[in-house]
């Protein structure tokens, strides 16, 4: 086990890094960019696979037999009853208690609903489920999404699939001053820096997807991300230098010889 663990709930994580698995070319490129992420926790949309084809070559198959802890995700559900129903689904098959609870408000930018989200949220964590909300970078919304018990909360950074990166580090700011919880910031990541920023910011993790599968080499691509998110954790935990107006030699002039 890592020497600096990510707990979720009852859940604990080496990798700080979770993708997921959609718009590859196909089950061979994702099973690539899985491994070289080095991702512990995968996330699929139970809305848009066959949760029962477990056949030679297919997504389950490749999920369920890998070394994986799947977080399926309510992706394209619009209303908190039809992402409960969803999840309660996924679980009589057997692969639904960490779940990423998502419950879409515009289908256009795919913001979240945050009323919905907070209602579905509490329903699933009175019926034993350990609850990650997509969310709004909402201080407010993430507050109340931790009160009714989620196990971490995930804001985004900008929205889903378009990655401009984190475009308000000051709501995750303050989000991260008032939560008792990860905060995984999940949507809007286009590239390692990105991913390194908002592990420097104190974010403990990030979630990820497009990023990866629509980069000119997604494997590559999933390496560095993994570089980029340990680079951002240790920066955090080492602090960063002040930062200064002028210049601060790196040599001091003490004691220089005329």
Same mark, same amino acid.
């Given at each position: 086990?890592?020497?600096?663990?990510?707990?979720?709930?009852?859940?604990?994580?080496?990798?700080?890094?979770?993708?997921?698995?959609?718009? $590859?070319?196909?089950?061979?490129?994702?099973? %690539? /960019? &899985?491994?070289?992420?080095?991702?512990?926790?995968?996330?699929?949309? &139970?809305?848009?696979?066959?949760?029962?084809?477990?056949?030679?070559?297919?997504?389950?198959?490749?999920?369920?037999?890998?070394?994986?802890?799947?977080?399926?995700?309510?992706?394209?559900?619009?209303?908190?009853?039809?992402?409960? #129903?969803?999840?309660?689904? /996924?679980?009589?098959?057997? !692969?639904?208690?960490?779940?990423?609870?998502?419950?879409? =408000?515009?289908?256009?930018?795919? $913001?979240?609903?945050?009323?919905?989200?907070?209602?579905?949220?509490?329903?699933?964590?009175?019926?034993?489920?350990?609850?990650?909300? $997509?969310?709004?970078?909402?201080?407010?919304?993430? #507050?109340?999404?931790?009160?009714?018990?989620?196990?971490?909360?995930?804001?985004?950074? /900008?929205?889903? =699939?378009?990655? &401009?990166?984190?475009?308000?580090? $000051?709501? &995750?700011?303050? !989000?991260?001053?008032?939560?008792?919880?990860?905060?995984?910031?999940?949507?809007?990541?286009?590239? %390692?820096?990105?991913?390194?920023?908002?592990? @420097?910011?104190?974010?403990?993790?990030?979630?990820?997807?497009?990023? !990866?599968?629509? %980069? #000119?080499?997604?494997?590559?691509?999933?390496?560095?991300?993994?570089?980029?998110?340990?680079? =951002? #954790?240790? /920066?955090?935990?080492?602090?960063?230098?002040?930062?200064?107006?002028?210049?601060?030699?790196?040599?001091?002039?003490? =004691?220089? !010889? @005329?």
């Amino acid at each position: 086990m890592s020497p600096d663990p990510l707990h979720i709930g009852r859940h604990t994580f080496s990798s700080r890094l979770f993708v997921g698995t959609g718009k $590859y070319r196909d089950v061979e490129q994702t099973r %690539a /960019a &899985l491994e070289a992420s080095g991702a512990e926790v995968v996330t699929v949309a &139970l809305r848009r696979v066959d949760l029962s084809d477990k056949s030679a070559g297919s997504l389950m198959k490749l999920l369920t037999t890998g070394p994986w802890t799947l977080l399926p995700n309510t992706a394209g559900c619009t209303t908190a009853d039809d992402a409960v #129903r969803t999840l309660r689904l /996924a679980r009589e098959l057997g !692969i639904a208690e960490l779940v990423k609870l998502e419950v879409i =408000g515009d289908e256009r930018t795919l $913001y979240p609903d945050n009323e919905q989200t907070v209602e579905a949220a509490k329903l699933l964590v009175k019926e034993g489920f350990t609850v990650l909300p $997509y969310c709004l970078d909402d201080p407010i919304v993430c #507050r109340k999404l931790e009160d009714v018990g989620c196990a971490a909360v995930m804001p985004l950074a /900008a929205p889903i =699939g378009s990655g &401009l990166g984190i475009r308000n580090p $000051y709501n &995750l700011r303050i !989000i991260l001053e008032q939560a008792k919880v990860p905060v995984i910031v999940d949507a809007g990541v286009g590239t %390692a820096s990105d991913a390194a920023i908002a592990l @420097e910011l104190g974010c403990h993790g990030v979630l990820l997807n497009t990023a !990866i599968a629509s %980069a #000119r080499e997604p494997v590559l691509m999933a390496e560095a991300m993994k570089e980029a998110v340990s680079a =951002g #954790r240790k /920066a955090f935990l080492a602090g960063r230098m002040p930062r200064r107006l002028h210049a601060s030699a790196s040599s001091p002039l003490d =004691g220089v !010889i @005329e």
